[in-house]
């Protein structure tokens, strides 16, 4: 096995037995990255001279005698986190030039352990896409066939983990951004329960749902990750007082005597039969381990995409007005007056994708029109929470397909958006809860496309879905399987 | 029709976006797709459910009211776009 394939575990023991260094490390998967990233584009940012510093500096860490499971190991984050001194694009032109001043604490947290940030990952413009076609920095391509998108809004970060570049990554989940494109490219992904990762410094698209989470190649990198990302952050008003946890210590627990409910919703029309097929086997092998899978029904799950369809752009089109092209923006030549100011910099700053949601959320927050979409979607956001707390009642776990389809060629859903926006179709009810959610990689198509099977739980129990994923990863071998991919040494 | 030219044009002034004239269809088209597609929830009861605006069922939180940041005005001004001694300049706003 080569370098650029070895878990979080195997890294720190080539560390601490002294096989190689954080710089070597470093220097080799900054090789791949220039060898691979032109085909694939999942790097926007690329900060070479800062990581082979930080590298040499968790060098010097072990070297006096530290230790720790992220200690020299590197990452790169989602273009989302503000990162001080490199610039923050969230895959628009609207932050092109942008450099923020201070680290997210996401950010903050893992420097803090010594990993060492290779750069900054490529995105859906402001985390709005399912696809990574609407980024101003062009569409990501994914690893397992480059005519195929990786999926999005966290596409960079899925594909760079999946092609080798990165052992893991950051990335964040408003409707499905971190599940959708993990599923999509073969890895392991997890959005926390709300409140779990601060997201101070992680620039918001929809504040009652954005939710940052680890994306990685098993359940195990991801706890490791989780273990450091998690915890309560007084700088963010949503955080959890308990948002912090041992997510390593229950890893190891038999499924025996779990309860798996598969909702019948998951698995109707619309549903790809290769992914049906797959889903249904990952569901037979936890009952193989000892698992009691019952099905149960969440029967205003059908309403989760129009439901998010007003709530997420009514914040967003909240949250996005900052941007102005007054104090760190895009800001337009010439303009008549201040509101053509504001009014032509967001036009040029925006993709088109950024503007219809805004548009749409400004609709549904106008006069006239706020009780009967706003408001009623913010009711049926109620009954969906309602329909998982009578299934928590009975089941430990909810298990279904991630995606309706393996991955879409690249333009195959931009003439239409609502067939891009029912890419999330199994995703978006947890954030509306949001409850936390994973994905883990579960079987193949004919074609050779990855197949992602979600896990859903209780608030608080992301332990217990990492814990099932890595029994279900003790005991096959999907999560292993690598793209065939030809780096082209540098 | 919910859109009309006239309520993208408005829609678009209150988002202050400056859409062209000649992008005002398309985007009436798409903007009636997505509608569309939100239309469905009309239908759904919901006599007496409460509305849910966040997932978690916690106060607001306070912090003591002490300054914890500390001046910061030159690297925040270092991003501004057009910046004239320690301001930011926009367009004349008062003749």
Same mark, same amino acid.
């Given at each position: 096995?080569?370098?650029?394939? $070895?878990?979080?575990?195997?890294?720190?023991?080539?560390?601490?037995? /002294?096989?190689?260094?954080?710089?070597?490390?470093?220097?080799?998967?900054?090789?791949?990255?220039?060898?691979?990233?032109?085909?694939?584009?999942?790097?926007?940012?690329?900060?070479?001279?800062?990581?082979?510093?930080?590298?040499?500096?968790?060098?010097?860490?072990?070297?006096?005698?530290?230790?720790? *499971?992220?200690?020299?190991? *590197?990452?790169?984050?989602?273009?989302?986190?503000?990162?001080?001194?490199?610039?923050?694009?969230?895959?628009?032109?609207?932050?092109?030039?942008?450099?923020?001043?201070?680290?997210?604490?996401?950010?903050?947290?893992?420097?803090?352990?010594?990993?060492?940030?290779?750069?900054?990952?490529?995105?859906?413009?402001?985390?709005?896409?399912?696809?990574?076609?609407?980024?101003? $920095?062009?569409?990501?391509?994914?690893?397992?066939?480059?005519?195929?998108?990786?999926?999005?809004?966290?596409?960079?970060?899925?594909? %760079?983990?999946?092609?080798?570049?990165? *052992?893991?990554?950051?990335?964040?989940?408003?409707?499905?951004?971190?599940?959708?494109?993990?599923?999509?490219?073969?890895?392991?992904?997890?959005?926390?329960?709300?409140?779990?990762?601060?997201?101070?410094?992680?620039?918001?698209?929809?504040?009652?749902?954005?939710?940052? +989470?680890?994306?990685?190649?098993?359940?195990?990198?991801? %706890?490791?990750?989780?273990?450091?990302?998690?915890?309560?952050?007084?700088?963010?008003?949503?955080?959890?007082?308990?948002?912090?946890?041992?997510?390593?210590?229950?890893?190891?627990?038999?499924?025996?005597?779990?309860?798996?409910?598969?909702?019948?919703?998951?698995?109707?029309?619309?549903?790809?039969?290769?992914?049906?097929?797959?889903?249904?086997?990952?569901?037979?092998?936890? @009952?193989?381990?000892?698992?009691?899978?019952?099905?149960?029904?969440?029967?205003?799950?059908?309403?989760?995409?129009?439901?998010?369809?007003?709530?997420?752009? @009514?914040? @967003?089109?909240?949250?996005?007005?900052?941007?102005?092209?007054? /104090?760190?923006?895009?800001?337009?030549?010439? *303009?008549?007056?201040?509101?053509?100011?504001?009014?032509?910099?967001?036009?040029?700053?925006?993709?088109?994708?950024?503007?219809?949601?805004?548009?749409?959320?400004?609709?549904?927050?106008?006069? +006239?029109?706020?009780?009967?979409?706003?408001?009623?979607?913010?009711?049926?956001?109620?009954?969906?929470?309602?329909?998982?707390?009578?299934? $928590?009642?009975?089941?430990?776990?909810?298990?279904?397909?991630?995606?309706?389809?393996?991955? $879409?060629?690249?333009?195959?859903?931009?003439?239409?958006?609502?067939?891009?926006?029912?890419?999330?179709?199994?995703?978006?009810?947890?954030?509306?809860?949001?409850?936390?959610?994973?994905?883990?990689?579960?079987?193949?198509?004919?074609?050779?496309?990855?197949?992602?099977?979600?896990?859903?739980?209780?608030?608080?129990?992301?332990?217990?879905?990492?814990?099932?994923?890595?029994?279900?990863?003790?005991?096959?071998?999907?999560?292993?399987?690598?793209?065939?991919?030809?780096?082209?040494?540098? | 029709?919910?859109?009309?030219?006239?309520?993208?044009?408005?829609?678009?002034? !209150?988002?202050?976006?400056?859409?062209?004239?000649?992008?005002?269809?398309?985007?009436?088209?798409?903007?009636?797709?997505?509608?569309?597609?939100?239309?469905? =929830?009309?239908?759904?009861?919901?006599?007496?459910?409460?509305?849910?605006?966040?997932?978690?069922? !916690?106060?607001?939180? =306070?912090?003591?009211?002490?300054?914890?940041?500390?001046?910061?005005?030159?690297?925040?001004?270092?991003?501004?776009?057009?910046?004239?001694?320690?301001?930011?300049?926009?367009?004349?706003?008062?003749?």
């Amino acid at each position: 096995m080569e370098l650029h394939e $070895f878990s979080l575990r195997e890294l720190r023991q080539g560390l601490q037995e /002294r096989d190689f260094s954080s710089v070597e490390l470093t220097t080799t998967l900054l090789k791949r990255i220039s060898a691979l990233n032109p085909a694939l584009n999942a790097f926007v940012t690329v900060t070479e001279s800062k990581a082979l510093a930080a590298a040499a500096t968790a060098d010097a860490r072990r070297a006096a005698g530290e230790d720790g *499971p992220l200690l020299g190991i *590197p990452m790169a984050h989602k273009d989302i986190f503000c990162t001080a001194g490199v610039r923050t694009t969230c895959g628009s032109k609207m932050l092109e030039h942008f450099v923020a001043p201070y680290n997210a604490t996401v950010v903050e947290r893992l420097a803090v352990e010594g990993m060492v940030m290779l750069g900054k990952l490529n995105m859906d413009e402001f985390a709005m896409g399912s696809s990574n076609e609407t980024s101003y $920095f062009g569409p990501v391509r994914n690893p397992w066939h480059t005519d195929m998108v990786p999926g999005g809004s966290s596409g960079g970060s899925a594909a %760079a983990v999946a092609a080798g570049l990165i *052992p893991v990554a950051t990335g964040t989940d408003t409707g499905g951004s971190i599940r959708q494109p993990a599923a999509l490219c073969g890895i392991t992904g997890i959005k926390p329960t709300y409140g779990r990762v601060s997201r101070y410094g992680m620039i918001a698209f929809a504040s009652s749902l954005d939710q940052g +989470g680890p994306m990685a190649r098993n359940a195990e990198d991801c %706890a490791l990750m989780l273990n450091v990302m998690a915890a309560h952050d007084p700088r963010d008003s949503t955080s959890h007082p308990a948002a912090a946890s041992d997510f390593l210590r229950g890893l190891d627990r038999p499924l025996q005597g779990l309860r798996v409910g598969v909702p019948e919703e998951f698995f109707g029309a619309g549903l790809d039969p290769e992914v049906a097929a797959a889903v249904q086997a990952g569901i037979a092998e936890l @009952a193989r381990q000892g698992a009691a899978v019952q099905s149960i029904r969440l029967p205003n799950n059908p309403h989760a995409v129009s439901t998010y369809y007003v709530l997420a752009p @009514a914040e @967003a089109s909240s949250n996005l007005a900052r941007f102005d092209g007054v /104090r760190y923006t895009h800001r337009a030549a010439n *303009p008549a007056d201040l509101t053509d100011l504001y009014q032509q910099s967001r036009y040029e700053g925006f993709g088109a994708e950024v503007r219809r949601r805004l548009l749409v959320g400004t609709y549904v927050l106008s006069a +006239g029109y706020y009780d009967a979409y706003y408001r009623k979607a913010q009711q049926v956001r109620s009954l969906i929470r309602e329909d998982f707390r009578r299934a $928590f009642a009975e089941v430990d776990v909810i298990v279904g397909p991630t995606t309706p389809t393996p991955a $879409f060629p690249l333009g195959a859903k931009n003439a239409d958006p609502v067939a891009m926006y029912l890419a999330d179709i199994y995703t978006i009810a947890v954030n509306l809860a949001g409850i936390p959610a994973l994905s883990v990689p579960c079987g193949f198509t004919a074609a050779g496309l990855p197949i992602g099977m979600q896990l859903m739980g209780d608030y608080f129990a992301d332990d217990l879905l990492l814990n099932v994923a890595h029994r279900y990863q003790q005991e096959t071998q999907w999560h292993r399987a690598r793209p065939p991919l030809q780096a082209r040494e540098a | 029709m919910a859109f009309d030219h006239d309520t993208v044009r408005r829609t678009a002034h !209150l988002a202050r976006i400056a859409l062209p004239q000649t992008e005002i269809p398309a985007v009436a088209d798409q903007l009636e797709r997505i509608m569309g597609l939100v239309e469905e =929830l009309r239908a759904i009861e919901t006599t007496g459910v409460p509305t849910m605006a966040h997932p978690l069922d !916690l106060d607001q939180p =306070l912090r003591p009211d002490t300054v914890g940041n500390h001046d910061q005005r030159e690297v925040l001004m270092a991003s501004a776009p057009a910046a004239e001694h320690g301001l930011f300049l926009v367009p004349k706003v008062i003749e």
